[in-house]
């Protein structure tokens, strides 16, 4: 049985439609992947910047930190408490590592919480451990601001001071527990 040239040249064409579409997909996903990274950017200089106008402490620490990370998050409680949300670490020399969040719990509650949270870190090691290989907020992880006593959170705990604003503003002995946070695959790429 012999193949004509006319089977080639279909077979040819089917193969060059489906490489222009698969390359037109990889560049749709580039763009959302670019449109993602820029709306992350924008919330976290937002977030940072509120931070280090309400509080003098923050203000402070952020001088003497070497990064920080801002993370955008939703909670939501019906008996069980679940959320999610992405940000971004930065060193002070520019590097940006986008990064995904996640809480889960169990206990009372309803409703639905936004809110930012702001990380400073005191030493190249904690940033690089809060990168490389993730973090989960622990029973004693609280956000260390707030509007009455902002300067009283000016310390680092472990290489880390956090801060967390909410739509009252910025919180003081805000719990993130059970919260984990890790790199994202798709947006560092």
């Given amino acids: 049985m012999r193949v004509g040239s006319r089977t080639w ?3 040819a064409a089917c193969l060059s439609l489906l490489l222009v579409g698969a390359s037109a997909l990889a560049g749709e996903k580039k763009d959302k992947n670019a449109e993602k990274k820029a709306e992350i950017d924008a919330m976290a200089k937002k977030a940072l910047d509120t931070v280090l106008a309400k509080s003098e402490g923050a203000k402070e620490l952020y001088g003497k ?19 999610g949300g992405s940000g971004v670490a930065v060193s002070k020399s520019g590097k940006r590592t986008y990064m995904k969040m996640g809480t889960a719990g169990i206990g009372l509650g309803l409703g639905g919480q936004k809110y930012q949270v702001v ?23 609280q956000a260390s601001a707030g509007d009455k006593g902002a300067n009283a959170g ?3 705990n472990n290489g880390i001071a956090i801060y967390q604003l909410t739509d009252k503003g910025l919180m003081a ?7 984990k946070y890790w790199k994202n695959d798709d947006l560092n790429k």
């Fill in 173 to 179: 002995s805000a719990d993130i527990n059970g919260t």
């Fill in 65 to 83: 930190s070497v990064g920080y990370a801002v993370f955008n998050n939703v909670k939501v409680a019906i008996g069980v408490s679940g959320g």
């Fill in 9 to 11: 040249m279909a077979w």
């Fill in 119 to 141: 990380f400073l870190f005191e030493t190249d090691k904690a940033l690089k451990s809060f990168v490389e290989s993730g973090w989960e907020a622990g029973g004693s992880a």
């Fill in 154 to 156: 000016a310390t680092f």
